[in-house]
């Protein structure tokens, strides 16, 4: 058990509906990171969230969104679905790095699977 | 953020050693080499982490050549329960991690 917990573990909807995948942190971790993992294209960072910033973006399309709240929970906010969304979505959480020390360790949740059908 | 490459699959016997090698030729001095384990449906789980040299924990080790070029991932006496797929990544503090195909390992009785 990494100690992220993400929910719901499974979800099923229809093309054009919006979801909402929900990650808990690690207890102290202040960043999240959220990816995709699909078949056809393995594991993709989506974003970043370090202490209630945006921090970085990768991959993420326009009708997928996120914020990180105050305590320190994270939301992926999924919009318009489409069939090729269906995925693994994984959340991770990192502790702040140690300057000149070993680089920050991400911890991965069990994941939310996507169904779009 | 610096590319790598790796075998795509890997087969061993029960009770083997394992190696599993990573090359990464333009690491940047500010990335750490770090490994993962991943299992169908789960998570990616962090195996070990290093800059230089050779790092050891209670489930690997990992040997960086001087140049940092390339890594190669040590697992002792494999089991069956290693059947995973394994991924090298590269990158400096606080970033994103960049996953490439990994290496499929199986391990036979």
């Known amino acids: 058990d990494s100690g992220v917990t993400q929910t719901p573990k499974h979800l099923i909807t229809a093309t054009g509906q919006r979801v909402t995948l929900r990650c808990s942190p690690r207890?102290?971790?202040?960043?999240v990171y959220w990816y995709q993992q699909s078949l056809d294209q393995g594991l993709q960072f989506l974003i970043q969230?370090?202490?209630?910033?945006?921090?970085a973006k990768g991959n993420i399309l326009e009708r997928f969104s996120a914020q990180q709240f105050p305590d320190l929970h994270s939301e992926l906010n999924l919009s318009s679905l489409e069939l090729g969304d269906s995925a693994l979505y994984f959340c991770?959480?990192?502790?702040?790095?140690?300057?000149?020390?070993?680089?920050?360790?991400?911890?991965f949740g069990p994941g939310t699977r996507l169904t779009v059908l | 953020l610096a590319k790598t490459t790796q075998p795509i699959s890997m087969d061993s016997y029960e009770g083997q050693e394992v190696n599993i090698t990573c090359s990464h030729n333009?690491?940047?001095?500010?990335?750490?080499i770090t490994w993962y384990q991943q299992f169908p449906s789960q998570g990616p789980r962090f195996i070990i982490q290093?800059?230089?040299t050779k790092v050891t924990n209670e489930v690997a080790s990992l040997f960086i050549p001087a140049d940092r070029k390339s890594s190669t991932l040590s697992l002792p006496r494999v089991s069956l329960s290693d059947t995973a797929v394994y991924y090298c990544?590269?990158?400096?503090?606080?970033?994103?991690?960049?996953f490439g195909k990994g290496t499929r390992l199986s391990v036979i009785a």
């Open positions: 290093g800059y230089k």
């Open positions: 207890s102290g971790d202040l960043s």
């Open positions: 333009n690491i940047a001095t500010n990335d750490y």
């Open positions: 991770a959480s990192s502790a702040p790095s140690i300057v000149g020390g070993p680089g920050d360790t991400q911890y």
């Open positions: 990544l590269v990158g400096a503090l606080n970033t994103p991690l960049v």
């Open positions: 969230y370090y202490n209630g910033e945006e921090r």
